[in-house]
């Protein structure tokens, strides 16, 4: 049996009019309901479903955020919080001179000890670096001191003996009869200083014979400033300050603040005028403060006129070998090694 036209139109629209209603009442639902993460399955949004600037510091777990979730060169000054990057936080020798502003970088945050002299550019240090009363030697102007030394006396430098002081070399000075004397040292950075100005000085000593070991001497050519320089002879003052050290055990000794040792004397009249002579020595300051207070016409302050150097000999009977290292002098230290002396601060 066939349908009226009129009938199967009826039925159509009747049909669409149910979807429609149906439709509407389930997006309705919804709507009232809305999204929760619950509807949202763990891990399934990506970076392309969020809109730009909709994540903030409060949407992120603390201590969440890793490297590996920040895009290179994204982070900035303004965003991290003052204070809150450690050392902890920073890859070993990643950070560079242009992550650093300059003049922030104090020596409050460079650990003590650790500037090395590669890290210092050239000409950076000048004298006003250098700590008062701290004056910088050159290391080359050492050598034998071939206007004093006698005989076949030798000196230079040497590796060992074993059980140095500083670094594995030393200064060996070596006799070989009584008229011999070796003298080794520096005739030219001391020049001028003044004995009032010597604060500290020590020295190791090294000799294999058995007791008593002669030591070598600590000398000092200088102007005793006895006689006013304007007058015949005045400007040609001269006379050895020298420190005598008593014979030593076998093997190395070290002679610590020998400025206060009464083993100090002057060679020629000085010692007499001085009262400070190889039989009847002095202290460092006994002997200085002799010497200015002499009456006389120099008021300058007796000084280094010319060196400063070790010796062993004149009157050593039996051939003897001696060594020497780590030599302070105030505010340095002198290490002799095979191929050098090497000058560094004295800690």
Known sequence: MSTHPILRTRAAAIAACTVALTLAFASGAVAAAKITSADIKDHTIQAK??????????????????????????????????GTITSNDIKNGTVQSGDVKDGTITSNDIKDGTVASRDLAKGSVTADKIAPGAVAFPNSLWGTVLRNQVGAARS?????????????????????????????GNSFDFAGFPLDSITGLSYSSYNPDATP???????????????????????LEFT???????????????????????????????????????????????????????????????????????ALGSGVVDPTETAVDKFVFNSFVFDFEPNGVFLTPAP
């Open 156 to 184: 230079g430098l040497q590796a060992g003996p074993t059980g140095a002081p500083m670094g594995d070399g030393s200064l060996q000075l070596v006799t070989t009869q009584s008229s011999d004397l070796a003298a080794y």
């Open 213 to 235: 070991a002669v030591r070598p001497s600590l000398r000092m050519e200088i102007n005793p400033h006895l006689v006013d320089d304007s007058t015949p002879g005045g400007a």
């Open 49 to 82: 479903d969020l809109k730009n600037g909709a994540v903030g510091t409060q949407q992120i777990k603390n201590s969440t955020v890793q490297s590996d979730d920040i895009k290179n060169g994204t982070v900035q000054s303004g965003d991290v919080k003052d």
């Open 240 to 310: 050895t300050l020298i420190y005598d050290p008593a014979p030593g055990t076998t093997g190395w000794v070290t002679h610590t603040n020998i400025q206060d040792d009464p083993l100090w004397y002057l060679t020629g009249s000085e010692g007499a005028t001085t009262g400070c002579t190889q039989a009847n020595k002095c202290t460092l300051a006994a002997l200085n403060a002799a010497l200015d207070g002499h009456v006389d016409t120099d008021t300058a302050a007796p000084a280094i006129s010319t060196g400063v150097y070790f």
